[in-house]
């Protein structure tokens, strides 16, 4: 009797760091039309989820892939995950139109900040982060999205959870340490395989 | 790092956040060590869930438009491109540099308001105030409870409430259930960065007096 291997399709990661680099040293415009194709559309919903009209994030899109093409010599790749980099710029456009938006005075030419990551360690990228928050239980991956993506408040987490607040604070907390200390796990992993 | 912190990294991270918080939150990653690890965590939290965000197609010929722009975008200044140079030494945090209002000779515009020194960098629609207030030391601030909410980032010297000391680096947090009474203590001026939701209400002797002033301001 033979038992039938599970058959599930390996999902590879997007290769958003090598479409950078592409990006950077050779003006590839096939590899920006890639980034964008994969990252626009998520960056819509995500925008979009934050209250944002649809023509305001469609703005917003345009002009973090316009700072993608000019600044993606600026991404350095042992420091952040590509999909960090877009992230962050996405979230400095959205800050920027905000500010335009709202007719903020800001002295002299303020423009939107590149994220530069200098802070960042090595080792410590999203995708062993990735990796580490597939560890999670379900319900504590759940919260966190709630809390990290959607940007919900204790209440409202707790209020679409069915949940009490202490429960949501305490689980927020579980999950950002267990994250925390996958991580530190990983970063063994790693530094085990280059020695 | 305590929760009033945590959740404003947290809002920081997800994006949500308005012009005052997000430059309020930028300065703290900035000043605080502890405040920049945590938020380059949360960054990573965050952004790990863009592959799985819900897809939302954008307007039509959108990547068109794209591929267009980049097509008539100058692209000269590529390599040893080099971030503007910051006025040093600054006790003020590179991220609000821009919205510092100043004078022709190019020192800081402030206003007196009883005890404090006030420079209001901006006010939202949404009646938010984002100024910088120094406190001279001995002085008590007048005690007041809040309406909205109140984060105050210390940026030099030392601030002191029932809770305890804070200096720069610290994040201050108030709100309609915090009655307190906040002193500059030290030899040196206090200057914090503070972001007021709402206004405060001033509870104290001369409440009326300083609700009245700021109302006019």
Known sequence: ?195 | VDTAAEQLLTHHAAGRLDVAGSLLAAAYREINPAAAATGGLYDKVSSSFLDNAPEMPLSAGAVDRLMQRLDTASDVPLANETALPHEHPSPYPRSIHPYLPRQRDGSLRWRSLGALRVCTLFKQNDGSTFSLVAAAPGKPLPQHTHRGEEFALVLSGTLQDERGNFTRGDLVYADAHIDHKPMAIGEHECVCLVLTRDKLKFTGRYGGVLNFLQGSR
Not at chain 1, 170 to 176: V, Y
Request: charged letters at 25%.
């Open chain 1, 1 to 195: 009797m033979t038992v039938a291997a599970p058959c599930v399709a390996p999902v590879l990661p997007f290769p958003a760091a090598q479409y950078l680099k592409a990006v950077a040293d050779h003006r590839d415009k096939e590899a920006m039309a890639q980034l964008f194709q994969y990252y626009a559309p998520r960056l819509k919903g995500w925008l979009c989820a934050g209250r944002l009209a649809e023509d305001v994030a469609d703005d917003i899109v345009q002009e973090t892939f316009f700072l993608v093409w000019q600044k993606a010599h600026l991404y350095q790749p042992g420091k952040a995950a590509a999909s960090t980099w877009i992230y962050t710029l996405a979230r400095n456009v959205r800050i920027d139109r905000l500010r335009q938006l709202h007719k903020i005075a800001a002295l002299h030419g303020a423009s939107v900040e590149i994220p530069d990551m200098e802070h960042e360690d090595v080792a410590e990228n999203a995708l062993s982060l990735r990796d580490a928050l597939k560890k999670l239980p379900a319900e504590q991956v759940q919260i966190l999205q709630d809390a990290f993506f959607l940007g919900l408040t204790h209440e409202e987490i707790a209020r679409k959870r069915l949940l009490p607040l202490g429960t949501v604070k305490s689980r927020l907390r579980l999950a950002l340490e267990k994250a925390r200390n996958l991580l530190g796990f990983f970063l063994w992993i790693l530094l085990l395989n280059n020695s």
